[in-house]
Nanobody
């Protein structure tokens, strides 16, 4: 079992930045890829970014590429998502995800573990 707890969401103006964090606990975390999805009201859960344990394999969703950076701190079992130049369309609940498959599947229904989500709201 893997438990994921997100933090760092909030309200920010367009053009601003936020840093989300996901603290993971459980067994064999080095066997898992981790990452982020987001879900806006009325929309499907969308892939944002993923990173494997080594940090050598990183992928981003097309809608955020160039504006976000995913990183990990293995000593703290934590994954971060730095988001810059935020836009109103980035408003969503952001979920931390983990799966034994690497890279992380980009389809939400294939993901094994989820955090509870953290709200990000970008005002115009």
């Amino acid at each position: 079992q893997v438990q994921l707890v997100e933090s760092g969401g909030g309200l920010v103006q367009a053009g601003g930045s936020l840093r989300l964090s996901c603290a993971a606990s459980g067994r064999s975390l080095s066997s898992y890829a981790m990452g982020w999805f987001r879900q806006a009201p009325g929309k499907e859960r969308e892939f944002v970014a993923t990173i494997d344990w080594s940090g050598d394999n990183i992928y981003y969703g097309d809608s955020v590429k160039g504006r976000v950076t995913v990183s990990n701190d293995n000593a703290k079992n934590t994954v971060h998502l730095q988001m810059n130049n935020l836009k109103p369309e980035d408003t969503a609940v952001y979920y931390c995800a983990a799966d034994f498959r690497s890279p992380l599947p980009s389809i939400a229904t294939d993901i094994e573990y989820w955090g509870q989500g953290t709200q990000v709201t970008v005002s115009s």
